[in-house]
């Protein structure tokens, strides 16, 4: 298995080299798809790498498919593959068959609570998904609600929404407004949602896959400003030279190293995501140093750091995105604040060392 994941590990870099480039982002900037892309990575079987073998996927254990994720943020990949990917294993561990084609997860909230109902031989979906990525152009795999609160996982394609808005953030990814009223779907397009998945619906996932983002986008950033550092002559020598900008690297070093530990013990859970507490550990602490990272690596390209011309703006606006995307910072540390009081001083230890914390972490 250790063979396979090398091999499958060197072939997505190898596909990420050679279909992704600046023309390739900037045209997926001015909202065109990216096909062949998508084709390449489909041919390679990466959509399915999260899902079991005995599912008809490719088994890689959670530490390869969060490097496959980084791997794919350092590139910018235009695509909900990491979507994707974490939709695949729900909806089979759900007791579905492999989707086809891109998915993509849409993120709800309390307000904007998704419902089904049982009519004749299908169901009935209503509801409101808001900043769905690629929403409009891929299937939509939805959690929601019946009238009793059973979580259901919903597959809807991406023309079957009621009414749609069209958003952007100013990575100029696709965050789309989806409303379903009403909506007809099939029998075997809703199922029943396993016990782990209706506790805390599809949030956690959403914020992992962000952190392993955030991660793979940072190092870009890293990796940018160091070899910029090195060759930028300013009064007869490289900036790097600089204690100032040394410094200022070795800052910003820390906070990748700090986020990287935090996003890599979601790598203990067979998906990502089933760690709450570990969810909001990583994305909080990812989205604090994506603020940290861009800052210091945009400061020490100066001006050009800014232009269009220098690539370094396609992983520092990502940062800037998915910092607040799937919850922002305040929300899931507020979460953690809550689990820790809600256990008491005796039970913080515990809480961070015994893996069978899912009591404590759901009551907050």
């Known amino acids: 298995m250790e063979d396979m994941s090398t091999i499958v590990l060197e072939q997505a870099n190898r596909l990420f080299q050679q279909h992704v480039n ?24 990466l959509p399915l790498a999260l899902v079991p073998e005995a599912a ?23 695509l909900p593959l990491a979507e994707t990917m974490i939709a695949n294993r729900l909806w089979t561990d759900a007791g579905g068959d492999p989707l086809e084609g891109a998915v993509t997860l849409g993120p709800t ?56 808005k069209r958003r952007r953030n100013i990575a100029y ?3 789309d407004e989806i409303s379903f009223d009403d909506i007809e779907l099939g029998s075997d397009d809703v199922l029943k949602a396993p016990a782990w998945l209706t506790e805390n619906g599809l949030m956690p996932f959403g914020a992992a896959i962000r952190s392993q983002q955030m991660v793979g986008a940072m190092e870009r950033c890293l990796d ?57 550990i990583a994305k909080a602490r990812c989205g604090e140093a994506a603020g940290q990272v ?22 520092s606006r990502r940062l800037w995105c998915w910092r607040d995307e799937w919850g922002a910072e305040a929300s899931w540390q507020a979460m953690i604040g809550r689990t820790i009081c809600a256990v008491g001083g005796e039970g913080f230890w515990p809480l961070l060392v015994d893996p069978k914390r899912k009591d404590a972490v759901t009551q907050a």
């Open 173 to 175: 990814e696709p965050r």
């Open 22 to 45: 600046k023309e390739v982002l900037s045209a997926a900037d001015a909202g065109h798809w990216p096909s062949a892309l998508w084709a390449a990575l489909d041919e390679a079987g």
């Open 224 to 280: 940018y400003a160091l070899t910029y550092a090195n060759e930028r002559v300013q009064f007869g020598r490289p900036i790097g030279k600089f204690q100032a900008v040394q410094h200022m690297l070795a800052i910003a070093a820390g906070h990748f190293a700090a986020a990287t530990a935090a996003a890599d013990t979601l790598t203990q859970s067979e998906r990502l995501g089933d760690d709450r507490l570990a969810v909001a």
């Open 109 to 164: 909230n309390n307000s904007d609570r998704l419902t089904v109902k049982p009519q004749g031989n299908g169901w009935r979906l209503n509801g409101i998904a808001r900043h769905v990525p690629w929403g409009l152009e891929v299937t939509n795999l939805i959690f929601a609600e019946d009238e009793s609160g059973a979580g259901y996982l919903a597959r809807v394609p991406a023309s079957g929404a009621a009414s749609s």
């Open 56 to 78: 008809g996927g490719v088994g890689l254990a959670a530490l390869d498919v969060a490097n496959l994720i980084r791997r794919a943020a350092f590139y910018s990949v235009p």
């Open 294 to 315: 861009a800052a210091a690596c945009q400061q020490v390209h100066g001006a050009m750091g800014f232009t269009q011309e220098h690539p370094l703006h396609f992983a």
